[in-house]
């Protein structure tokens, strides 16, 4: 596979970004081509042996960070820690992945879904990678004596789909580092459809999301303080802040006090028709459903092959998994193909590794009918690390998506039904989750 990537440098650039073009894993059938040498991966340093086995975006990110890999390999254990912080611009950072979808039909075919839209859940596993490779360059110094920090996913704030994003057009991702808090720092990144070689800022936004990642000394586990950042232009202070608005309500959930009184007429409200379905199921409205009669499921192993650069599960490879779990949860629901809205919110409470035996079990939480033509399904996805010779089990990350049906669907009378809950503690989840969304 041939990728042009860029040097892994934390130098200014006079560039407005560092793009760095994917191409497919696999040459046209229809092309003559050498014979493929079955050593070549062999050749590879071992730091970036993970990125083979993701989609070719995560490898072409991970060859980018080659330097900084061979940087860190050259360290010894001992190492101090780096006692000298910098101060960087977003510009500094700004990265950027070019889909060259239009020419590459290889290329276009791993992303392509049934509907001939992109696969969301592999998209949303570079959008990670790309996020994890721009704290990286923020966060790196050009001191080969200090350990380097250990970076780490730790939430996934609201990321809207704003329009439908086809495979028959190139796709354009540039993202940068918009705020920093003492040991995390917030990642923009942009989707947009490109209709030439290079695309500018009056293309058509298709998805933005925001990527919060935290630094932990790679020896001690504990954070670690990070390069701070100086926005340079309107809009790069614009964006530090609505990130320091967000970081603040993210502070006040973590300080939200237990149920009040209110709260729980709230629960005994949700709860009243799951009573019904309970006690008297005969009588129970026929366009209602409980929560726990939407639930799927799916367990694997964790392999090698999907770890990350710190020898643990990729994170954007949990959330393709979730996603996927979802978007089946929807669809079985639904009784349609869905089509996907939103990511609420994705939260990353423990590091999963390699070996652990993952559980993800998905519901509809809830759904909102107010609009007939577009209908919304709310769907929860909580992953658990379970140990069976330990007889434990243990969240690791929570994800939370929203999605409708497709119209056409809705005008041949399609019709979507209301989720209730049957215990105190579905419908104290119900309530968190309408309450994170009016935030």
Same mark, same amino acid.
């Given at each position: 596979?041939?990728?042009?990537?860029?040097?892994?440098?934390?130098?200014?650039?006079?560039?407005?970004?560092?793009?760095?073009?994917?191409?497919?894993?696999?040459?046209?059938?229809?092309?003559?081509?050498?014979?493929?040498?079955?050593?070549? #991966?062999?050749?590879?340093?071992?730091?970036?042996?993970?990125?083979? +086995?993701?989609?070719?975006?995560?490898?072409?990110?991970?060859?980018? *960070?080659?330097?900084?890999?061979?940087?860190?390999? /050259?360290?010894?254990? %001992?190492?101090?820690?780096?006692?000298?912080?910098?101060? =960087?611009?977003?510009?500094?950072?700004?990265?950027?992945?070019? +889909?060259?979808?239009? #020419?590459?039909?290889?290329? *276009?075919?791993? +992303? *392509?879904?049934?509907?001939?839209?992109?696969?969301?859940?592999?998209?949303?596993?570079?959008?990670?990678?790309?996020?994890? @490779?721009?704290?990286?360059?923020?966060?790196?110094?050009?001191?080969?004596?200090? =350990?380097?920090?250990?970076?780490?996913?730790?939430?996934?704030?609201?990321?809207?789909?704003?329009?439908?994003?086809?495979?028959?057009?190139?796709?354009?991702? $540039?993202?940068? $580092? @918009?705020?920093?808090?003492?040991?995390?720092?917030?990642?923009?990144?942009?989707?947009?459809?490109?209709?030439?070689?290079?695309?500018?800022? #009056?293309?058509?936004?298709?998805? $933005?999301?925001?990527?919060?990642?935290?630094?932990?000394?790679?020896?001690?586990?504990?954070?670690?303080? $990070?390069?701070?950042?100086?926005?340079?232009?309107?809009?790069?202070?614009?964006?530090?802040?609505?990130?320091?608005?967000?970081?603040?309500?993210?502070?006040?959930?973590?300080?939200?006090?237990?149920?009040?009184?209110?709260?729980?007429? !709230?629960?005994?409200?949700?709860? /009243?028709?799951?009573?019904?379905?309970?006690?008297?199921?005969?009588?129970? %409205?026929?366009?209602?459903?409980?929560?726990?009669?939407?639930? &799927?499921?799916? /367990?694997?192993?964790?392999?090698?092959?999907? !770890?990350?650069?710190?020898? *643990?599960?990729?994170?954007?490879?949990?959330?393709?998994?979730?996603?996927?779990?979802?978007?089946?949860?929807?669809?079985?629901?639904?009784?349609?193909?869905?089509?996907?809205?939103?990511?609420?919110?994705?939260?990353?409470?423990?590091?999963?590794?390699?070996?652990?035996?993952?559980?993800?079990?998905?519901?509809?939480?809830? @759904?909102?009918?107010?609009?007939?033509?577009?209908?919304?399904?709310?769907?929860?996805?909580?992953?658990?690390?379970?140990?069976?010779?330990?007889?434990?089990?243990?969240?690791?990350?929570?994800? +939370?998506?929203?999605?409708?049906?497709?119209?056409?669907?809705?005008?041949?009378?399609?019709?979507?039904?209301?989720?209730?809950?049957?215990?105190?503690?579905?419908?104290? !989840?119900?309530?968190?989750?309408?309450?994170?969304?009016? &935030?």
């Amino acid at each position: 596979m041939f990728i042009q990537t860029i040097s892994f440098s934390t130098a200014p650039s006079d560039q407005s970004s560092n793009a760095i073009p994917v191409v497919s894993t696999v040459t046209s059938p229809t092309e003559a081509s050498p014979p493929i040498d079955a050593g070549s #991966s062999i050749r590879k340093p071992i730091s970036l042996w993970p990125g083979m +086995y993701h989609s070719p975006v995560t490898n072409a990110l991970w060859e980018a *960070r080659k330097s900084y890999f061979e940087r860190m390999s /050259s360290v010894r254990s %001992d190492a101090p820690s780096k006692s000298e912080l910098m101060t =960087r611009t977003p510009s500094q950072s700004r990265t950027s992945i070019l +889909y060259k979808f239009s #020419s590459d039909y290889i290329l *276009r075919e791993q +992303y *392509r879904n049934p509907w001939n839209e992109i696969r969301m859940g592999k998209l949303l596993e570079d959008l990670d990678a790309l996020a994890g @490779t721009i704290s990286l360059k923020h966060c790196s110094n050009d001191d080969s004596t200090t =350990r380097p920090l250990l970076l780490v996913t730790a939430s996934v704030d609201k990321m809207v789909l704003k329009k439908t994003i086809s495979v028959d057009t190139d796709l354009k991702i $540039v993202g940068a $580092v @918009t705020w920093v808090g003492r040991s995390s720092l917030e990642i923009q990144l942009e989707v947009t459809e490109a209709k030439q070689e290079t695309c500018d800022h #009056s293309d058509p936004v298709a998805l $933005v999301a925001n990527f919060t990642f935290v630094a932990r000394d790679s020896a001690t586990g504990k954070s670690a303080p $990070v390069n701070q950042i100086s926005p340079e232009t309107d809009v790069e202070r614009l964006l530090w802040e609505e990130a320091e608005e967000r970081n603040k309500v993210r502070k006040m959930k973590k300080g939200k006090q237990k149920a009040t009184e209110g709260e729980m007429d !709230r629960v005994n409200e949700l709860l /009243s028709e799951g009573r019904i379905f309970c006690d008297m199921p005969a009588l129970a %409205d026929r366009d209602s459903i409980l929560i726990r009669d939407t639930c &799927l499921q799916n /367990s694997l192993m964790c392999q090698p092959q999907q !770890r990350n650069i710190h020898g *643990r599960i990729f994170g954007g490879f949990l959330m393709r998994r979730a996603f996927e779990l979802a978007f089946a949860t929807a669809y079985a629901f639904a009784g349609s193909a869905p089509s996907f809205l939103e990511v609420d919110h994705v939260d990353f409470l423990k590091p999963v590794d390699v070996g652990n035996f993952l559980r993800l079990k998905s519901c509809v939480l809830y @759904t909102e009918l107010e609009n007939p033509s577009q209908p919304l399904i709310n769907v929860e996805v909580v992953a658990h690390v379970t140990r069976p010779e330990l007889r434990s089990s243990e969240v690791s990350n929570k994800f +939370y998506f929203t999605f409708s049906v497709r119209s056409e669907a809705m005008m041949n009378g399609l019709k979507i039904r209301n989720v209730v809950p049957a215990t105190e503690e579905e419908a104290r !989840r119900v309530i968190e989750r309408k309450d994170a969304e009016s &935030l």
